[in-house]
């Protein structure tokens, strides 16, 4: 288990911070510690909006670094806000935020698509459907290719599998 960067507590959440194209910045903190880390955060975004304006560039340009600068008809977040935060505000969000979205999520999990988990123990008869399935896409494929000794084979490879 790891331990809070602040005390020796153990970290029950783990912060991400994006700080620019390719530039990340992790904080593994207990939930006191990340409360008041948040809380620096919020009034780290106040200074800066202020810094922005002071310098005479709008305060949503100089937050959105380059991110959609609209915000979401349904709910009214912006991208900055869920930056801020790590929460979008509603459903629609994920659409009208697509563009940044997308870039964001495959690089914290690999893909934007969610695949889930399958059981260590996952029975006999759930991994025979699945094979099943490819069998039956695959086959699909060889007959659209005209392959119709392939097609053959995965027919009686098919049959095998009902049969058992």
Do not use: W
């Amino acid at each position: 288990m790891q331990k809070c960067q602040q005390c020796a507590s153990p970290a029950t959440l783990h912060i991400t911070e994006v700080l620019g194209q390719s530039k990340f910045e992790e904080h593994h903190l207990c939930e006191g510690c990340a409360a008041k880390y948040l809380n620096e955060a919020q009034g780290k975004t106040s200074k800066t909006t202020t810094a922005a304006t002071a310098v005479g560039s709008s305060a949503e340009d100089y937050e959105s670094g380059g991110f959609s600068k609209g915000e979401c008809s349904a709910c009214g977040i912006k991208f900055v806000d869920f930056r801020n935060s790590g929460r979008l505000g509603c459903p629609h969000d994920y659409e009208f935020f697509r563009d940044d979205l997308i870039p964001l999520l495959e690089n914290i999990h690999g893909d934007a698509r969610h695949t889930g988990k399958t059981p260590r123990r996952r029975p006999q008869r759930k991994e025979a459907e699945t094979e099943l399935a490819n069998l039956r896409q695959k086959l699909k494929t060889a007959v659209s290719k005209e392959d119709y000794e392939e097609a053959a084979k995965i027919r009686d490879r098919i049959k095998k599998l009902e049969e058992a």
